[in-house]
């Protein structure tokens, strides 16, 4: 049964992890009770981030791992889960970089991420910060950070670079029924695109119809021109049939109930037009998310992984008080 009638709800494992390691079967058994806790909660689906291997990593041997791992769910009982994957670029897999060997490594890499999509959910989701290399910001050659205006004018020529690789990436994953779904990131963690409108921008600049926006709460509050604006990206987003995925995300990336998320945006201005499903996302305080977001909160203690620690909420307790409150606000 849905968690919302008419709307799948997914949870993110951000909150337990950002490395599924499918090559260790130990872990694995803890993925699976993690999954089987929050399906009986009520979660129809989750999205789970595919880490990035060294350049010398064989891409087919990760798709063989992840495929690996999606016959263990099985296995368990879980064959019937729904999975999105969020994904990132890197320093070495940049498809904007000015050097086309980098360009034709990131494609590759991208390739296998489609690849991975399809085996662990079937007709799903790709979404994340995958144009340009997520945390990466740029320097002059004095070793000066590069800011404002001239950051813009920089990023001209690399989203230039990227077109040919997403033109043939939107294509390969079509074929495969995945869809991908940039999601704009806020310039306190990663140079653009920060705005739904810059994903937007690109996009209309492929020859590739296809191709979508994935669209952050968070990343709303933190980062964006205003409800104004922002009214008119997701009417311009839907117009063009690339309103793939709503993240329901808290601003602090943590507890959803009783939190700063813009509620009224989600009720008026998306969940008219918007048909997908909803992931809550809420980032714990585990590696790398609690040196990179310098996180000051205590972790919501993860069932069968950390020892509980008394008057602190688990992860489980968080989850379903996020589903709860979902499930309030747009009843």
Do not use: C
């Amino acid at each position: 049964m849905n968690a919302t009638p008419g709307r799948d709800v997914f949870f993110s494992f951000f909150m337990f992890t950002a490395d599924l390691r499918p090559q260790d079967t130990r872990y694995t058994r803890i993925l699976v009770d993690h999954l089987k806790a929050l399906t009986d909660m009520g979660y129809d689906g989750f999205d789970v981030h595919i880490a990035s291997r060294p350049a010398t990593v064989d891409h087919k041997l990760e798709v063989d791992r992840y495929a690996g791992l999606r016959k263990a769910f099985e296995r368990a009982g879980l064959g019937e889960a729904k999975f999105t994957t969020n994904v990132g670029t890197t320093r070495t897999f940049d498809p904007t970089s000015p050097y086309e060997e980098q360009r034709r490594q990131a494609l590759s890499y991208l390739k296998s991420r489609v690849d991975i999509t399809r085996i662990l959910g079937g007709d799903s989701v790709m979404s994340g910060p995958f144009i340009y290399p997520y945390g990466v910001f740029p320097l002059t050659d004095t070793d000066e950070p590069i800011w404002s205006d001239a950051l813009q004018d920089w990023m001209k020529p690399r989203y230039h670079a990227a077109r040919s690789v997403f033109e043939e990436l939107v294509e390969y994953a079509t074929a495969r029924e995945v869809r991908l779904a940039v999601e704009p990131v806020k310039s306190w963690e990663t140079p653009p695109p920060n705005m739904v409108s810059e994903v937007l921008d690109f996009l209309e600049g492929l020859e590739q119809p296809q191709g979508g926006v994935a669209i952050d709460t968070a990343q709303v509050v933190m980062e964006s021109q205003g409800p104004s604006v922002f009214r008119q990206n997701v009417a311009r987003a839907v117009r063009q049939d690339r309103l793939y995925y709503v993240h329901i995300s808290a601003p602090d990336r943590g507890a959803v109930k009783d939190s700063w998320i813009p509620w009224d945006i989600v009720s008026d201005e998306i969940e008219p037009v918007y048909h997908g499903p909803y992931l809550i996302e809420v980032f714990n305080a585990i590696p790398p998310f609690d040196s990179s977001m310098r996180m000051a909160r205590r972790r919501f203690w993860r069932p069968g992984e950390d020892d509980p620690v008394p008057g602190v909420d688990s992860a489980y307790d968080v989850a379903g008080a996020a589903l709860e409150e979902l499930r309030e606000r747009t009843a």
